[in-house]
T-cell receptor
Framework: SQTIHQWPATLVQPVGSPLSLECTVE??????LYWYRQAAGRGLQLLFY??????ISSEVPQNLSASRPQDRQFILSSKKLLLSDSGFYLC??????????FGQGTRLTVV | GENVEQHPSTLSVQEGDSAVIKCTYS??????FPWYKQELGKGPQLIID?????GEKKDQRIAVTLNKTAKHFSLHITETQPEDSAVYFC??????????FGTGTSLTVIP
């Protein structure tokens, strides 16, 4: 069965600092991978998705970027964090044409 | 693209009563409709799903109904319990790369 690992669970970063969140998956090959952000009490905002190595689609222009250096690795980055980047970040895995599975999320607080 | 609307945004019920959450979608190509439950500080977890060739699906106290003609689907929870309290998201998917979530319903079951 598929598993999805996301870390760290919580992160406090100062404004202007860089960010790197990592997501790795197991039990599947060539899945679609997604990064979502969830503000407090709000819905799921799709940030990026990837259908393969090196293939990234951006849904919302912003201060963040994503990369997929390996089939089962998806990274969310920022060169300089803003206060508005605070939120709950979720990585999701969607094996071909099946339901999506979510990681446990990273709570990012920018101070 | 797909537009998924979800109602209500908040719902309070007495323990033992039923809860109903409704979603509508716009893209007739959507053919898979999962429901997710998200507990505080965790990633969403799939609780039930339905495909477009089925009108209703039931799993113990949880059921989902789909009306393809009207493009709406609903989640029904019977005999609610305090542990059912969470945020519930509906989603609409097709065989494409993207999937779309509703804005979420915060369900509170009052003991």
């Amino acid at each position: 069965s598929q598993t999805i690992h996301q870390w760290p669970a919580t992160l406090v970063q100062p404004v202007g600092s860089p960010l790197s969140l990592e997501c790795t998956v197991e039990g599947t090959s060539n899945p679609n991978l997604y990064w979502y952000r969830q503000a407090a009490g709000r819905g799921l905002q799709l940030l990026f998705y990837s259908v393969g190595i090196g293939q990234i689609s951006s849904e919302v222009p912003q201060n963040l970027s994503a990369s997929r250096p390996q089939d089962r690795q998806f990274i969310l980055s920022s060169k300089k964090l803003l206060l508005s980047d605070s939120g709950f970040y979720l990585c999701a895995l969607r094996p071909q044409y099946t339901e999506a599975f979510f990681g446990q999320g990273t709570r990012l607080t920018v101070v | 693209g797909e537009n998924v609307e979800q109602h209500p945004s908040t719902l309070s019920v007495q323990e033992g009563d039923s809860a109903v959450i409704k979603c509508t979608y716009s893209d007739s190509a959507s053919n898979y409709f999962p429901w997710y439950k998200q507990e505080l500080g965790k990633g969403p977890q799939l609780i039930i799903d339905i495909r477009s060739n089925v009108g209703e699906k039931k799993d113990q106290r949880i059921a989902v109904t789909l009306n393809k003609t009207a493009k709406h689907f609903s989640l029904h929870i019977t005999e609610t319990q305090p542990e059912d309290s969470a945020v519930y998201f509906c989603a609409a998917m097709n065989t494409g790369n993207q999937f779309y979530f509703g804005t979420g319903t915060s369900l509170t079951v009052i003991p």
